[in-house]
Nanobody, 121 residues
């Protein structure tokens, strides 16, 4: 099994900061990339940021300059530092890992439970 456990969400005022963490655990072959996605009520789940095992990053335009994704490969853990938060950032944030469960299968995304981030004005 593969388990992704995210944490760090909460309620914060506009302009504040939060740091999300997510660790992948269980049995799997390797991880290609990890990332964060978010989903607001009535909206699709969208990419926030991703990072490969080599350190290449990708950000949604709406969070560039405010959010920073990082990864501790040895711990299979991804972080999302969120600064200058806006009410528009309010959503459930899901961590994800693109990984090989087994070398016999192609890689696919695995999802965490999600953590609520609420930004008040």
């Amino acid at each position: 099994q593969v388990q992704l456990v995210g944490s760090g969400g909460g309620l914060v005022q506009a302009g504040g900061s939060l740091r999300l963490s997510c660790a992948a655990s269980g049995s799997f072959f390797s991880i290609n990339a990890m990332g964060w996605y978010r989903q607001a009520p009535g909206n699709q789940r969208k990419l926030v940021a991703t990072i490969t095992s080599a350190g290449d990053t990708n950000y949604a335009d709406s969070v560039k300059g405010r959010f920073t994704i990082s990864r501790h490969n040895a711990k299979n853990t991804v972080y999302l530092q969120m600064n200058s938060l806006k009410p528009e950032d309010t959503a459930v944030y899901y961590c994800a890992a693109d990984l090989y469960y087994s070398s016999s299968y192609p890689p696919r995304y695995y999802w965490g439970q999600g953590t609520q981030v609420t930004v008040s004005s």
